[in-house]
């Protein structure tokens, strides 16, 4: 899997896309013609709310194949949600704006195999209905903060070429001072980033690994250099930054593949830029390791010995995952900003005090740590 991103570079996925198809009461939308316009590709009118296109094979295996192929339609459920986490591990309070489903990258791991039933990239362009949905409620308790993610079901930035929703929510957001919007990827697509006023309302982040994992686990992605290299620019540009070490995993050589991103990062980026890192090791639906192996048989992340973990994913085991985190998160510490919060992403409790040495509801709770280095008037406002 290596040739697949050494051939060529990946920091804009979108060049993966060969067709765009069209809701038909979508077609005549602003934001459909703009998509269009920038796109220069092939399209289609689709009649029957789906892309009217066959693959060879059924999913999850027509999703290499699928991931060529972007729907436009609009988004006929809500766009505001909480992050879907669980009671048996420690949330952040994420909350989730859905501007559509997958993406043209194509990960190893990625839990959407498991979650979705089609292998297309579908884009809402409904946008001035999600607008008035986040008025809505980010305008009915201004006292109340909120920290909004696009990243959850898809790539915060994959599309932004052909999308250009980045210039549309990044000043949206510029308006609210009750609410901060991160934008999650793995390209390296920040153009449109470049000119906007975003008044430190935005935070771009970067999911990071090992050079090994991202070149065999994360095709069609950004390389390292080219992430940090964006990140880079966007802290320029006086945006706040933000990493994730998720899914932090276990390979031949990961101590020294970990600390060298460590290293880059921060000989690279300006420290005193990054709001927040996460940490959070492997972890996966059950269903998930059937499909990784069958899509992917070169891969050998899910031949390790995993348990069912409190929230019927597999995780590794606790001693593990402790010796994991506790090699990167002693690197990070030792490059990182004092006030950068450095968290984990659905641990327990115990793993917190075995590793941090101390329960983040000591310190009110996870959501507070992150509010905190971000919103100025945390102590005025209130979740």
Request: contains cysteine; aromatic residues 10%; glycine residues 8%.
């Amino acid at each position: 899997m290596d040739a697949v991103n050494a051939t060529r570079s990946w920091r804009d996925p979108s060049r993966y896309i060969r067709h765009i198809h069209v809701e038909e009461n979508c077609v005549d939308l602003a934001v459909t013609r703009e998509i269009l316009e920038r796109a220069q590709l092939p399209w289609s009118v689709v009649t029957e709310n789906r892309p009217s296109v066959e693959f060879a094979d059924g999913y999850p295996f027509s999703l290499g194949q699928g991931k060529q192929h972007l729907y436009l339609c609009r988004n006929r459920g809500r766009f505001f949600k909480p992050c879907p986490g669980t009671k048996e591990y420690r949330c952040c309070g994420y909350e989730v704006l859905g501007t559509g489903m997958n993406c043209p990258m194509d990960c190893v791991y990625c839990i959407l195999q498991a979650y979705l039933n089609t292998p297309w990239i579908t884009h809402h362009v409904n946008t001035d209905e999600l607008l008035a949905e986040l008025d809505q409620v980010l305008d009915a308790d201004p006292g109340r903060l909120h920290r909004i993610g696009t990243g959850e079901f898809t790539d915060s930035l994959a599309l932004d070429r052909l999308t250009g929703l980045s210039r549309t929510l990044v000043p949206y957001f510029a308006g609210k001072p009750n609410a901060v919007l991160e934008l999650k990827t793995k390209s390296a697509v920040v153009d449109n980033l470049a000119a906007l006023d975003h008044r430190g309302r935005t935070v771009i982040a970067w999911s990071l690994n090992s050079p090994l994992v991202m070149r065999r686990e994360e095709l069609r992605s950004a390389s390292l250099e080219e992430r940090i290299d964006a990140a880079r620019r966007c802290a320029g540009w006086g945006y706040r930054l933000a990493f994730h070490f998720d899914p932090i995993i276990d390979h031949p050589g990961w101590e020294e593949g970990y600390a060298e991103t460590i290293r880059m990062l921060f000989a690279r980026v300006p420290a005193q830029s990054i709001a927040w890192i996460s940490l959070g090791a492997l972890r996966f639906l059950p269903k998930l390791k059937e499909i990784g192996i069958g899509r992917f048989p070169g891969s050998r992340i899910y031949f390790q010995e995993f348990i069912d973990g409190l929230d019927g994913k597999c995780r590794y085991y606790r001693k593990r995952r402790v010796g994991l985190y506790r090699y990167i998160h002693d690197r990070l510490r030792r490059y990182a900003d004092p006030r950068t919060c450095i968290y984990f992403c659905m641990e327990s409790r115990e793993i917190w005090r075995e590793v941090m040495g101390f329960d983040p509801e000591e310190v009110g709770g996870i959501a507070a740590m992150l509010d905190r280095t971000v919103f100025p008037d945390h102590d005025r406002l209130q979740r």
